[in-house]
């Protein structure tokens, strides 16, 4: 049974960095895209970053509200994908959800994807 884990979240000021990283426990996870979430209460889960499959070219996509500041890379040899978010802003603050698609196409749509993590909640706060 595949499973998913985020890790990598905290408190952090504005303006700052913070890496996070996914980790799934399938050797197959290189086939799949992977995306990232995050949500806030009261507001549905958005999409922020996603990575396509290596067999799909390992394209990324971006949410509007994150391009230029946050980055999706993966290591396979690690079944790690990783979100390096820079420029920190308050607005960024939510449970980040890391989920493994069922295909290999990078999608930012929650109905795209199977395997969810329990999510690391990442605050940006003065």
């Known amino acids: 049974q595949l499973h998913i884990v985020e890790s990598g979240g905290g408190l952090v000021h504005p303006g700052v960095s913070l890496r996070l990283s996914c980790t799934s426990s399938?050797?197959?996870?290189?086939?799949?895209?992977i995306g990232w979430f995050r949500q806030t209460p009261g507001k549905e889960r958005e999409g922020v970053s996603c990575?396509?499959?290596?067999?799909?070219?390992?394209?990324?996509s971006y949410a509007g509200s994150v391009g230029g500041r946050f980055s999706i890379s993966r290591d396979n040899a690690k079944n790690t994908v990783y979100l390096e978010m820079n420029s920190l802003k308050p607005e960024d603050t939510g449970v980040y959800y890391c989920?493994?698609?069922?295909?290999?196409?990078?999608?930012?749509?929650?109905?795209?994807?199977?395997?969810w993590g329990q999510g690391t909640q990442v605050t940006v706060s003065s």
């Open positions: 989920a493994q698609a069922g295909g290999f196409l990078c999608s930012l749509l929650v109905a795209d994807y199977e395997t």
């Open positions: 399938s050797v197959t996870s290189d086939s799949r895209a």
């Open positions: 990575i396509s499959a290596d067999s799909s070219g390992g394209r990324t």
